[in-house]
């Protein structure tokens, strides 16, 4: 597999429209216009090639000198969830207690990542505490906003988060709608293991509408999770 750099308009730009448009746009019903392409010129367009095809891609805007941030990022559904990247992670006992204003603590000291197991899934020992996140992701709009419920018996004994409240505005982009955000679940099982699959249902989301639009959404104030995809508390050097 090769990295490059894709030049707008190209022959290879086209194939990067397209694979986004088949993993992003068209389940959502969207398609690109000539306008919203037209604005990716100035973007830094990187593609994965093995030969000539291409088997992923992403976007990346200039934020301001030297810092970049990914706007978008599409991948064959074949190879999604390969490679050595963890799925979760399960926490350490017995470690010191996490100082809440650092911002470098180091990931091994106090998890253990957990790697892909296939279709054999992660066998979760009871009353261990784990981190995941889910494989959709999720768009809140400014005139709602949502809870996930932390435990569903019909879904197992555990329980799958510890907070639990989504914003309004998490993951929302009103120049983006195929961005989106993961909820990142902080699992624990009781009494019994719990075998975990790869797109298993194991909660519900309730959704209330405002009685108005808030005056700052989700990410609009430097919100540390805005657009995340797997990850552990920003006190965690990742």
């Given at each position: 597999m090769a990295l490059k750099i894709i030049d707008h308009g190209t022959h290879e730009y086209q194939q990067m429209v397209k694979l986004r448009d088949d993993m992003l746009r068209r389940p959502l019903g969207l398609t690109f216009t000539?306008?919203?392409?037209?604005?990716?010129?100035?973007?830094?367009?990187?593609?994965?090639?093995?030969?000539?095809?291409?088997?992923?891609?992403?976007?990346?805007?200039?934020?301001?000198?030297?810092?970049?941030?990914?706007?978008?990022?599409?991948?064959?559904?074949?190879?999604?969830?390969?490679?050595?990247?963890?799925?979760?992670?399960?926490?350490?006992?017995?470690q010191p207690p996490v100082d809440l204003a650092r911002r470098d603590l180091a990931v091994d000291r106090?998890?253990?990542?957990?790697?892909?197991?296939?279709?054999?899934?992660?066998?979760?020992?009871?009353?261990?505490?784990?981190?995941?996140?889910?494989?959709?992701?999720?768009?809140?709009?400014?005139?709602?906003c949502a809870e996930l419920v932390a435990f569903d018996a019909t879904k197992g004994e555990l329980r799958t988060h510890y907070a639990g409240f989504i914003d309004s505005g998490f993951g929302w982009s009103?120049?983006?709608?195929?961005?989106?955000?993961?909820?990142?679940?902080?699992?624990?099982?009781?009494?019994?293991?719990?075998?975990?699959?790869?797109?298993?249902?194991?909660?519900?989301?309730?959704?209330?509408?405002n009685e108005a639009e808030p005056d700052i959404l989700y990410g609009g104030a430097g919100s540390s999770y805005q657009m995340q995809g797997l990850r552990l508390a920003k006190q965690f050097r990742m």
């Open positions: 000539a306008d919203e392409l037209e604005e990716e010129k100035d973007n830094m367009l990187i593609g994965a090639f093995e030969d000539e095809s291409l088997l992923g891609c992403c976007m990346l805007v200039e934020e301001k000198p030297g810092v970049v941030r990914l706007r978008q990022m599409a991948v064959l559904n074949d190879l999604q969830g390969k490679g050595n990247a963890p799925v979760g992670y399960l926490a350490r006992r017995h106090y998890w253990i990542p957990l790697q892909p197991q296939g279709e054999e899934g992660q066998v979760l020992e009871p009353e261990q505490f784990y981190i995941f996140s889910t494989r959709e992701r999720l768009r809140i709009p400014p005139d709602v009103a120049s983006d709608p195929t961005q989106g955000a993961r909820l990142v679940l902080e699992i624990r099982t009781h009494d019994v293991p719990f075998l975990l699959e790869h797109g298993q249902p194991l909660f519900r989301i309730e959704f209330m509408r």
